[in-house]
């Protein structure tokens, strides 16, 4: 029982004991029940005659997962916040839209244009670290990041492209999403 107390105190708050024990030699030790409290994933796990370098494993693959969601919420939120400012632009000098409204918020931009154009919904899925699409003439579709632009993997033409396309043919002035953040082409 003081051996259970004394190792699960050095393993689970000592990152020191951690490296330690992770290397080859020390993995394979085996006790009953030992209760590890792993605070980076924020609950308790069982382990039996399991590895103590999963543990130390996890803790770091969950920092991991946490930088990669901070820099996607970056990439995200930039690229929702620079398509409103443009969809406000181009809203703005098209005078043959009967009261279109934009709308941003939650990761949430909403492009009503009204009849017969319809609306777009663009979204952000923080689970997958996808953006979502809703349109009215193309349908749904999902956009992974690539590190420069937003692309839908099923016929490699990103969120920026097919807005351009399709807005263009709604709005009486020529449309250019490239402009945008996060667009894939680089602005000199």
Same mark, same amino acid.
């Given at each position: ?21 992770? $290397? ?7 006790? #009953?029940?030992? *209760?590890?409290? #792993?605070?980076? /994933? @924020? ?13 130390? *494993? /996890? ?5 991991? !997962? #946490? ?43 909403? *492009?009503? *244009?009204? +009849? =017969? ?5 663009? !979204?952000? @899925?923080? +689970? #997958? ?6 349109? =009215?003439?193309?349908? +749904?579709?999902?956009?992974?990041? &690539?590190?420069? $632009?937003?692309?839908?993997? %099923? &016929? &490699?033409?990103?969120? %920026? ?28």
């Amino acid at each position: 029982m003081f051996l259970k107390i004394i190792l699960r105190s050095l393993v689970s708050k000592n990152e020191f004991f951690t490296k330690i024990f992770s $290397k080859q030699k020390y993995c394979s030790i085996s006790y #009953n029940k030992l *209760l590890f409290s #792993n605070q980076s /994933l @924020q609950r308790e796990t069982k382990f039996k005659h399991q590895d103590i370098r999963q543990s130390y *494993l /996890l803790k770091h693959f969950s920092a991991l !997962n #946490n930088q990669n969601e901070i820099e996607f919420m970056h990439a995200c939120n930039e690229t929702l916040e620079s398509l409103c400012e443009y969809f406000e632009e181009i809203v703005e000098n098209s005078p043959q839209l009967d009261n279109p409204d934009i709308t941003f918020s939650d990761g949430v931009l909403t *492009l009503q *244009l009204g +009849p =017969p154009y319809g609306t777009y919904v663009i !979204n952000r @899925q923080t +689970p #997958n670290k996808q953006i979502w699409l809703s349109s =009215p003439k193309s349908g +749904p579709k999902r956009y992974d990041f &690539d590190g420069t $632009k937003w692309i839908y993997k %099923h &016929d &490699d033409v990103s969120l %920026h492209e097919l807005l351009t396309i399709e807005l263009s043919t709604i709005f009486s002035i020529e449309v250019n999403f490239s402009k945008c953040v996060f667009s894939g082409y680089i602005q000199t």
